[in-house]
């Protein structure tokens, strides 16, 4: 089997033994996506590159630990890359907020939209949809902008408590509507 | 030594979990919860659901390439730690270790201790064919691992599968030219086993494919693949 005809999981094992070709393989099968999570949560292309750049060499440094049995493949390298995002983000000691920057795709409407290609992305989008407006937004705000509780509560105008209970409930009622 | 105090309420440990998923922990909040992931190995698996449910938010955005200095800047660095990667994956994790401890007739002892003495590069063989074998989501089943000197295949099953009382996965080795070798059921419940390899006279693994297909449970043709194919996919030399 070619390198071309490997799935990413399959890729990844590969590069925990040290195969620069399967690396190479992999970053062009994925570094699109994971740019885009970078881009969208740092919204600053250099800090972007940044991220992506650390991202895969913790991914390199860490193939041999990626455990096929608990995660997709796709969904470790986001985690690996979401989780980079959002410590740059809080290193740099501000919130890059959507529409200070222009990125045409970079709206949450875009993302939703977005979510509709996959049969996980309609369920979760319908889920999404079902919340009350004022805690999705809040979902959405810490997810694709890195917001803690407390920089959701400010950016909200809200009481902390208010903000940790929307929170609370979204999530108990996606996990719910999720299955 | 301070000690972290693990969160025994159900409702909690999820909340905590999916929080920490979503981003919405703050700093101190998120290392004390990483601290008790550390030593909680069902709060880790509820992390993992927990980053599967939201997964789509993320690998839903439109792609957006980056620029080609980005991927030259990754290369110089990983180039320069190769030497070390080897080293670093856990012996418990490399295949290569349990088909060496499997068929070796020494005690465990014994074969641990080998393992410490011999350099990974070296543990790590040449002619090292490996496929993975993925279910209808995508997720890997099985990895299948042998060598072309080898007469065992070792099989890692990743995940418990229950293909129902009556069905069974069988495994298969066919060429191009229409040759088919049976290699026997696949097991169901995650571990790992070892099968032995028929002979195969003028054919080589690299030119094979392997297919699974699903089969009656006992007394299935060994000679022909009638059941639906579940998967075909050729071998990998690493």
Known sequence: ?179 | MSRIRQPHNDALRDALASQYILGTLDGAARARFEKMMDSDPELRIRVQEWSHRLAPMANGLTPVEPPAKVWKQIQARTHKRRPGLLLKLRFWENLNFWRRLSMATASLLVAVSVLWIVPSQQVAQKDSMMVVVNNRFDQPVWVIETSASDKMMMIKTLRDIDMGPDKTCALWLTWDDGMTMSLGQLPEKSGMMEMEKPPMPGRTLDKARVVVSLEPMNNYDKKTIKGPLLFSDKFVTI
Request: hydrophobic share 35%; charged share 25%.
């Open chain 1, 1 to 179: 089997m070619k390198y071309g005809d490997m799935s990413v999981s399959e890729l990844l094992m590969v590069c925990a033994r040290g195969d620069e070709k399967a690396f190479e393989r992999l970053y062009q099968r994925t570094s699109a996506n994971l740019y885009a999570v970078c881009l969208r949560i740092l919204k600053n292309e250099g800090l972007a590159q940044e991220c992506l750049q650390e991202a895969y060499i913790k991914v390199w440094n860490h193939a041999a630990r990626y455990q096929p049995e608990r995660a997709q493949a796709t969904t470790w390298m986001t985690t690996i890359t979401r989780n980079l995002a959002v410590d740059t983000l809080r290193r740099s000691g501000k919130m890059a907020y959507a529409g200070e920057f222009e990125f045409e795709n970079l709206s949450d409407e875009s993302a939703e939209e977005d979510m509709f290609h996959s049969s996980d992305g309609r369920l979760l989008q319908r889920c999404l949809e079902e919340l009350r407006e004022q805690q999705r937004q809040a979902v959405m705000h810490a997810y694709y902008d890195g917001m803690t509780h407390g920089e959701l509560a400010a950016h909200l105008d809200v009481p902390l408590g208010t903000v940790k209970t929307w929170i609370r409930r979204a999530l108990e009622q996606l996990k719910q509507c999720l299955g």
